[in-house]
């Protein structure tokens, strides 16, 4: 270890083994990082009937068992706090992200206690705050609209060039589909490997399906949203993803 650089003795999350450690450098000095084992256990408690899960830590100072490490960045939000940006949600149905970090939606303050920077201090930027508002509205089914759909979507296309296939926006016969550029760059093996249709029912907002198509390992080679599962969409589905993919007739089963 680097006893002079900025990070030095300074706790970041760690892999999941350590043997992973064995080759992760500093991001500032680029020395070689030493993994420091916690005694500390955590143990998850899930919950079918209220569908959500708690963590606690067994902590025992008297056996010498406690964290002896510095909090670490928080990534995520906590079930707690998910439900605390939840009821900001439903209280403040026009909030924004400049309004939840201003604090004043519609023209009024909000209460200091639905203050939305104290739920975490990672809800700080307005990226995130933008995507945990988003994600909160799709949880509770709350309409999510646009200013503009068309600009919206430009903007989706501009950040991801050719992840799009094909759209068909008409409501009855909506179908979206797009997959990652790079799956058609990749000899994928559709000879040996078979393909996996599966669908999503709360992925997207009530009314629409998402269909995933995963081969080897859950690796998501395409996707559609789409209005219904009739035959008709279905082939729609298919159809994009054979024009998409050069599959000959070989491969299937008749």
């Not at 080759?23 to 030493?34: G, M, N, S």
């Not at 646009?146 to 430009?154: A, C």
């Not at 690796?219 to 009739?230: E, G």
Request: proline share 3%; hydrophobic share 40%.
């Amino acid at each position: 270890m680097n006893s002079f650089c900025t990070l030095y003795k300074v706790d970041t999350r760690p892999p999941t083994k350590e043997e992973l450690t064995k080759t992760r450098k500093c991001l500032i000095c680029q020395e070689l990082v030493a993994w420091a084992k916690c005694k500390v256990k955590a143990v998850f408690y899930f919950s079918f009937k209220r569908t959500d899960f708690t963590m606690s830590h067994i902590i025992n100072k008297s056996k010498g068992i406690f964290h002896d490490h510095g909090s670490y960045s928080q990534k995520h939000l906590t079930q707690d706090q998910l439900k605390k940006v939840d009821e900001l949600v439903k209280s403040h149905h026009a909030i924004t992200a400049n309004s939840g970090l201003t604090g004043i939606v519609g023209g009024n303050n909000v209460a200091p206690d639905e203050d939305i920077e104290k739920i975490s201090d990672i809800l700080i930027n307005k990226d995130r705050v933008k995507h945990e508002l988003r994600a909160s509205r799709i949880r509770n089914g709350l309409n999510i609209r646009t200013n503009d759909l068309f600009e919206e979507f430009t903007k989706i296309e501009d950040e991801f060039p050719n992840f799009f296939n094909s759209a068909e926006l008409v409501s009855s016969k909506f179908c979206l589909t797009f997959s990652a550029p790079m799956m058609t760059m990749s000899k994928l093996p559709f000879g040996t490997h078979p393909m996996i249709t599966d669908v999503a029912y709360k992925a997207v907002r009530d009314g629409y399906y998402l269909c995933s198509i995963v081969m080897q390992r859950h690796v998501v080679i395409f996707q559609a949203v789409i209005k219904s599962l009739t035959t008709e969409r279905f082939t729609q589905y298919f159809e994009a993803l054979f024009a998409k993919f050069p599959l000959s007739q070989n491969l299937f089963l008749l």
